[in-house]
T-cell receptor, first 112, second 114 residues
Framework: SQKIEQNSEALNIQEGKTATLTCNYT??????LQWYRQDPGRGPVFLLL?????KEKRKERLKVTFDTTLKQSLFHITASQPADSATYLC???????????FGTGTRLTVIP | DADVTQTPRNRITKTGKRIMLECSQT?????MYWYRQDPGLGLRLIYYSFDVKDINKGEISDGYSVSRQAQAKFSLSLESAIPNQTALYFC?????????????FGQGTRLTVV
């Protein structure tokens, strides 16, 4: 069955630095990869979607890459702020699939 | 108002009791989902529905049932709750493009079975 791993359970970085989160997958060929933000006690909120034929997507301070050869996505937050502290989830879906498969998430803490 | 509303937000119930979690959405989407979230396991799909007459099991449907009362309403039932069903439950909805479109999640229901 498919396996989705996010690089670490927790990541601490200094304010102003770039945070880089990793999502690796095996036994799967996703057509779409999504990133969500989840705050404690709240539901996930969609951030970005990238398709298998796209190498990179940007939105404001966020950047996502998708390497189908390495079976990996990188999620970058530039000029990080304490307000960026949250858990970030990656989610994969194949073409024609009925649902998203989620990773376990990385809890990011941005230290002032 | 939130696009996806779940009730209740918190619930404590006893083993063996029947409990229903409710979800309503104002997005006008046909697709609705129920997930549970456990520490270290991520979000796992319980059931999903693509319209009122279409109900499908997800990866962990045992012990659960669902009802799609209308396009906007999708409820999850635990027929006889057990302690390992203690978890955070999320309802979600998405447009017709499946994985090629964002999902909208409710605020979650924290269920504790004692």
């Amino acid at each position: 069955s498919q396996k989705i791993e996010q690089n670490s359970e927790a990541l601490n970085i200094q304010e102003g630095k770039t945070a880089t989160l990793t999502c690796n997958y095996t036994n799967y060929s996703p057509a779409y990869l999504q990133w969500y933000r989840q705050d404690p006690g709240r539901g996930p909120v969609f951030l970005l979607l990238i398709r298998e034929n796209e190498k990179e997507k940007r939105k404001e301070r966020l950047k996502v890459t998708f390497d189908t050869t390495l079976k990996q996505s990188l999620f970058h937050i530039t000029a990080s702020q304490p307000a960026d502290s949250a858990t970030y989830l990656c989610a994969l879906s194949s073409s024609g699939a009925n649902n998203l498969f989620f990773g376990t998430g990385t809890r990011l803490t941005v230290i002032p | 108002d939130a696009d996806v509303t779940q009730t209740p937000r918190n619930r404590i119930t006893k083993t063996g009791k029947r409990i229903m979690l409710e979800c309503s959405q104002t997005k006008g989407h046909d697709r609705m989902y129920w997930y549970r979230q456990d520490p270290g396991l991520g979000l796992r799909l319980i059931y999903y529905s693509f319209d009122v007459k279409d109900i499908n099991k997800g990866e962990i449907s045992d012990g659960y049932s669902v009802s799609r009362q209308a396009q906007a309403k999708f409820s999850l039932s635990l027929e006889s709750a057990i302690p390992n069903q203690t978890a955070l439950y999320f309802c979600a909805t998405s447009g017709p493009k499946g994985g090629d479109t964002e999902a909208f999640f409710g605020q979650g229901t924290r269920l504790t079975v004692v």
